[in-house]
């Protein structure tokens, strides 16, 4: 029976994490555990941004994750239930304070705000959040060597999971003021920030998400090829969410969608029947 921390961690991504959720309702309990620990800590950490109204405070926050993560090994978790999933897990992994501390510095760009310039910014942020969290979670539920041995693919997995998390949250984003598209390429498609942020879909946006979205197709189908081998298998259950992606890249490809009136979402039995069938074929 799961301990009711890890429980109450669990009902908390069912939330604010529903991919990841119901990836851990589908896959085998050895790894389960240690994935709610770890993905409960980033479920905090993504949130960051939208509870704080200015950077200062964000960074406050991170810097109490930062002071809680360097305390579990001493057995204090500040009763903070995330805190003490990590505790249970943390003993029996190769995990160390200062890779989950990676993980929270990799969110202080949320906090800071500002544009990303470019892809390489913008990679550069994806690496240090999505990536690490997967190369991370493969440590934990597969081990050190077969993290280092994907670790190619897996950055290519976390990218194509990253753009179209961004696509799809690109109204919510905007709303707030915030555009995670990168600058120079919304340039390139004569894509007004303001528009965007005013919630105005001009066609240089349209053309900019379809070329994004084709972008994340086609990195997810190269991860996808390398990970459909025997060795990668132990690694799955960090991989399942990626099952779900073609069902949200579908409407973001097609030429007429209009990012301000039609929300991506696919119901949940569809999610779970993607996972649960991922999970029987023992790849993504």
């Not at 941004?49 to 991170?62: H, N, T």
């Not at 009763?79 to 029996?92: F, K, M, N, T």
């Not at 990303?116 to 991370?136: C, I, K, N, P, Q």
Request: aromatic share 8%; hydrophobic share 50%; net charge negative.
């Amino acid at each position: 029976m799961m301990d009711a921390g890890f429980a109450r961690v669990l009902e908390e991504l069912k939330t604010f994490d529903h991919d990841r959720y119901l990836s851990l309702l589908v896959m085998d309990a050895a790894a389960r555990e240690k994935l709610i620990a770890l993905y409960g800590l980033n479920a905090e950490l993504a949130r960051i941004r939208e509870l704080v109204s200015e950077p200062m405070l964000g960074e406050i926050r991170l810097q109490w994750w930062r002071e809680t993560v360097e305390l579990i090994p001493q057995g204090e978790t500040r009763g903070h239930d995330v805190a003490e999933c990590l505790a249970g897990i943390l003993p029996a992994s190769s995990l160390s304070a200062d890779d989950l501390i990676r993980l929270i510095d990799g969110r202080s760009r949320d906090v800071e705000g500002g544009l990303f310039h470019d892809f390489t910014e913008l990679d550069a942020y994806v690496a240090e959040t999505a990536g690490l969290l997967m190369r991370l979670g493969v440590r934990l539920v597969a081990g050190d060597a077969l993290e280092m041995r994907l670790r190619d693919t897996l950055e290519k997995a976390a990218r194509a999971y990253a753009y179209t998390g961004f696509l799809r949250a690109l109204p919510f984003h905007a709303s707030q003021g915030t555009v995670m598209l990168p600058h120079s390429f919304l340039e390139a498609h004569e894509v007004e920030l303001e528009d965007v942020v005013n919630g105005v879909a001009r066609p240089g946006l349209h053309a900019a998400m379809r070329e994004m979205a084709t972008m994340a197709r086609d990195l997810l189908e190269e991860a996808r090829e390398m990970l459909a081998t025997k060795e990668a298998r132990p690694a799955l259950p960090v991989l399942l969410p990626l099952a779900a992606l073609p069902l949200y890249l579908k409407p973001l490809l097609s030429a007429d969608y209009d990012p301000f009136k039609e929300r991506v979402e696919v119901a949940a039995f569809r999610l779970q029947w993607r996972l649960l069938r991922a999970q029987w074929r023992g790849r993504v």
